[in-house]
């Protein structure tokens, strides 16, 4: 085959796949869930970050309070029928306005989770996040990231010396009354039913309200490489694959990011696809509320094939 008639390589049109068949595109429902990413900033530089937060990338700026505001006012205004607030990063706990963001939210009337490591930035905010959950009771939980339940392993992933403070980070959230779930990973050489088995030990030997048998408090996510081969995904797939579009992410969630040096900050396709310039779908959740083609190894690997979802 010459390079004339070579085929493009895949996931580079947004209507096409490499073959040349038709590609699934995911019709916008409603805002069920909308994600504030508050800065790719953060105190861990984990191996298999798909958004690759460290200490130095700070390419998605901090999210300001105001950003948060002006998508609250919108949902109010506009009635979005919106079920949670999802807060993520990076570490959250690094943004210095983090504290009114919730409160924000909170105030709003909003569930909110949390996505946190529970590390020493969270620390800093726990006399602001006791205040919170007094006063706004069933609305706040966090989402701490662990890995593996064998510190070993979670550190392979997370860096020496990460497993015990999160441990540290738990415990406390669960002795002072906060609702609290964990996500692991599933791309160890284990099954789901063993690694269950594993962090109930562990929850169980540490006092930690979390019931690992319940997918809800213990999320396992599948892997996220977008260098892995995964075919693309057609339109002919929801029928073979049995698979409704509508429980996709980008069919009901967007995220906000404020990208370094712009002047507003706007909304993502989903919380996997901060960076991609086609993803970006305008600063408002109206601007917002159009057809995903999905065009992304992500797309395929963790949410129609993996099952992911975030929220």
């Known amino acids: 085959m010459d390079a004339s008639t070579a085929l493009p390589p895949p996931f580079s049109d947004p209507h096409l796949t490499a073959k040349g068949e038709e590609r699934a595109a995911v019709r916008f429902r409603a805002l069920d869930t909308l994600w504030l990413n508050t800065g790719t900033l953060c105190n861990l530089e984990c191996r298999g970050c798909y958004i690759e937060s460290s200490p130095r990338n700070d390419r998605l700026a901090y999210l300001k309070r105001d950003d948060a505001a002006r998508m609250l006012d919108e949902i109010a205004r506009d009635g979005h029928p919106v079920r949670l607030i999802g807060i993520t990063g990076g570490e959250p706990f690094m943004n210095p306005q983090i504290d009114g963001i919730l409160e924000d939210c909170l105030t709003a009337g909003h569930a909110v989770l949390i996505l946190t490591n529970a590390m020493v930035p969270m620390r800093h905010h726990r006399d602001a996040l006791c205040r919170l959950n007094a006063a706004h009771p069933g609305q706040l939980t966090l989402r701490v990231s662990l890995d593996h339940y064998d510190p070993a392993r979670h550190e392979k992933e997370r860096g020496p010396r990460s ?80 698979k409704d579009p509508g429980t996709l992410m980008c069919a009901h969630e967007r995220m906000l990011v404020r990208r370094r040096g712009a002047e507003t900050a706007t909304l993502t396709a989903c919380t996997l696809l901060p960076y991609q310039s086609e993803f970006d779908l305008g600063p408002t959740i109206a601007s917002a509320a159009r057809l995903v083609p999905l065009n992304h190894p992500h797309c395929s690997k963790f949410c129609v094939l993996g099952g992911g979802s975030c929220g």
């Open 163 to 242: 497993f015990a403070p999160a441990m540290e980070g738990l415990r406390w959230l669960s002795q002072h009354g906060f609702a609290i779930t964990a996500a692991g990973r599933t791309f160890w050489d284990e099954d789901e039913s063993s690694l269950r088995r594993g962090y109930a030990r562990l929850f169980a030997a540490e006092r930690i309200a979390i019931d690992a048998a319940d997918p809800q408090a213990l999320v396992l996510f599948p892997e996220m490489d977008a260098g892995a081969d995964t075919p693309e995904i057609t339109t002919a797939c929801w029928q073979i694959l049995g």
